[in-house]
């Protein structure tokens, strides 16, 4: 039985950065398969065509992390594929498939530690952080 779930947000890592791509709107599949399998489909502004036309068309493995349901939640790194493009007059609508990855690095010990490197600590670390887990800042995972 697969279970489908409301996407809040994708982000892509393109030249080691993660791109941040808005939403119009997206779903994401858990197919329950025998190989883990998630279909993640966004529907986007047509500006970010050539990102993932270029994609599909190498076959290229993808990076990407999506929240998924609520915007407090942690994001959830994914290794995808291109499996459908769609152009539409202002828009497009793409599905990716591909797998959860295992995360090394918890997104609240990114945070936690990039603001401990910023010298807050007390009260005004405690807010922050608490505003960080909620706002979700993009920090570069591949250090």
Known sequence: MMKTFKLISLQLVKKNEWLDIPLVDGLIIN?????????????IDKSFYDVFREAGAEEKE?????????KE???APFKVKVRSLQSFENHISVLLEGTLKKSTNRYAEILLDSLIQ?????DELMTEFKSGMVSK???????
């Open 73 to 75: 939640n942690e994001p």
């Open 137 to 143: 800042p993009k920090f570069n995972h591949s250090k």
């Open 62 to 70: 993808l990076l990407v992390q999506v929240v998924i349901t609520k």
């Open 31 to 43: 197919k329950e398969d025998d190989h883990s399998t998630w279909l993640i489909e966004g529907y």
């Open 118 to 122: 910023r010298g807050l600590s007390g």
